[in-house]
């Protein structure tokens, strides 16, 4: 009996064993001469040409650094926050207000799988964040009742603002008394005591005699704050400085407040701002001639964690969380009060109301670094993030001071500049240094000043979007912090690559600062200064 596939005889020449005839059509052909290529290309070409291809897949391979993401192309991140053009909102605060107040409100069960699909909650840390430890119950138990109470208060109290006659969008006429060489400048804000007048006058001296910044300065101060008439004279003396106090009082021993309210009264439209611990490494003036600053009005730079998707204030504000978009470090800001058709007053405002309901809103973020983000939220507004991530600055110390060739202690950051309009359509360029915010360090004391800022590290790929960077996390070491890969260095030829090129740079921090060796040369001069600020009883 014969089958449709009779078997062949084994001994016959050119069977096939298992019995099946094979009909080699010319398709076959093409198909098994491409992949035969493929196979054998890197065998045929010589040992620079193989490189070379090696190179390419590791460039491309999983998520490679120019197929990532489309602005990637240019190394400027879109801008974040706004409603989409294609809704139709018009940009005004009325349109906005209506807009927030008509999004749907929903219960946490209704809003958590695309939150947590959105930000999964294994990735960059998120839950070991100290902030969002134990604010579950908190979140969940806000009911989609209490998300429209939470918009309707922020409607009412931008009415209550209106009938006291507070300007809330940004006009022309503001700007009418003040002259054209003072509508940009720099804030800080501070106390006219102790150590932190210590730092702020270390902060205003590489600003004016290290990076040459020639910006009018604003120092503003809560009331009683700054009534060292000796230390206020020499500040104005010696950086021409104006100090400034502002209309309201500190609550609940919180300094944040000031922030917000120095924005608002400044006599600047556009203006960078610094905390007192913050020390420019670059002359802050080139921001504003910036692509991001000009694309959107505002920069704010990333913080060390990212948000969780089970916090309440992602239904309040009627978005999905995303990863997209990084928490804010407000150390250092760049402002246009002007942008959005001066509607980034009226966000200066809401954040005053959050910051201002700390039973409200306390739990839902962590003060200014949070509000301005969820403020540009609410009315729907853009805002732009700087294009890099953070770089970790410290030393090989023990947080006691005791050298250690394992244990890196990062106690403050670098944040990175933005990016020239010449460089804008140049994957390569990497911003320089522009901050040293050094937010831990005022907590360490013991340090060896020799090793305070001896090294920096980064993730080799942070452009503020790269999906990579969910390999190098930012982790706490009790009050210092460091960068740590996860998995194998990406890098062609390290043992187990992924070949996704992602990794953690390690250099001195001369070699980062080498664009302007006379920054690294002052900051090597003050660390002991810095390092000795820290000592008990000094």
Same mark, same amino acid.
């Given at each position: ?202 902060? $205003?001296?590489? #600003? ?9 300065? @604003?120092? /503003?101060?809560?009331? *009683?704050?700054? &009534? ?116 980034? $007053?009226?966000? #200066? ?9 700390? @039973?409200? /809103?306390?739990?839902? *973020?962590?003060? &200014? ?170």
């Amino acid at each position: 009996m014969s089958t449709a596939y009779s078997p062949v005889n084994a001994g016959r020449s050119g069977g096939v064993a298992s019995g099946i005839r094979m009909r080699v059509r010319p398709l076959h052909l093409i198909l098994m001469a491409g992949i035969a290529l493929i196979i054998g290309l890197p065998l045929l070409a010589g040992s620079e040409r193989r490189d070379n291809l090696r190179a390419y897949i590791a460039k491309t391979a999983l998520g490679g650094s120019t197929l990532v993401h489309p602005s990637m192309a240019t190394h400027v991140a879109p801008p974040s926050g706004g409603i989409p053009d294609a809704d139709g909102v018009p940009l005004t605060l009325e349109a906005r207000l209506i807009n927030l107040v008509n999004r749907p409100a929903l219960d946490h069960w209704e809003a958590e799988l695309p939150n947590r699909y959105a930000c999964p909650m294994f990735t960059f840390a998120r839950v070991t964040y100290f902030f969002h430890e134990g604010k579950d119950p908190y979140w969940h138990g806000i009911t989609k009742d209490q998300v429209r109470s939470y918009r309707q208060k922020m409607v009412d109290y931008f009415r209550e603002l209106d009938r006291k006659n507070v300007p809330l969008v940004w006009d022309r006429s503001m700007e009418n008394s003040t002259p054209r060489n003072m509508r940009r400048g720099i804030i800080y804000t501070g106390s006219g005591v102790g150590k932190d007048l210590a730092r702020m006058t270390v902060s $205003l001296h590489f #600003l004016r005699n290290v990076v040459k910044s020639k910006l009018p300065v @604003e120092i /503003y101060h809560y009331p *009683g704050e700054f &009534d060292n008439s000796t230390a206020r004279e020499e500040l104005t003396r010696k950086y021409n400085v104006d100090i400034r106090e502002v209309s309201v009082r500190k609550t609940d021993g919180k300094t944040w407040l000031i922030k917000n309210t120095a924005f608002i009264e400044s006599k600047f439209t556009q203006f960078v701002y610094m905390d007192s611990d913050n020390y420019p490494l670059a002359d802050p003036e080139e921001l504003f001639e910036s692509v991001e600053f000009k694309q959107s009005g505002s920069v704010f730079w990333a913080d060390l964690n990212k948000d969780h998707p089970d916090n309440a204030i992602w239904r309040i504000l009627g978005r999905t969380c995303s990863d997209e978009q990084w928490p804010a470090e407000s150390g250092q800001v760049v402002f246009d009060k002007s942008g959005n058709n001066g509607l980034n $007053l009226a966000v #200066l405002h809401l954040s005053n109301h959050m910051m201002d309901n700390n @039973e409200m /809103y306390g739990n839902l *973020g962590y003060g &200014d670094k949070d509000t301005y983000r969820y403020a540009f939220y609410a009315l729907g507004l853009n805002y732009q993030q700087a294009p890099r991530l953070l770089a970790s600055v410290g030393g090989y110390q023990r947080q006691d001071g005791t050298s250690s060739p394992d244990y890196f202690c990062g106690h403050s950051m670098i944040q990175w500049g933005l990016t020239p309009p010449r460089e804008r359509h140049n994957p390569e360029y990497h911003p320089k240094p522009a901050f040293l915010h050094t937010i831990l360090l005022k907590h360490r004391y013991g340090l060896q000043p020799s090793r305070l800022f001896s090294h920096t590290k980064r993730p080799r790929a942070d452009f503020i979007l790269d999906p990579r960077l969910v390999r190098t996390l930012y982790e706490f070491t009790g009050d210092c912090f460091a960068i740590t890969l996860k998995g194998p260095d990406g890098l062609p030829g390290e043992p187990n690559s992924v070949l996704d090129g992602q990794g953690v740079i390690v250099e001195t921090t001369e070699e980062v600062l080498s664009r302007n060796p006379g920054v690294w040369k002052e900051l090597d001069g003050v660390a002991a200064f810095l390092a000795g600020l820290n000592i008990p009883g000094t």
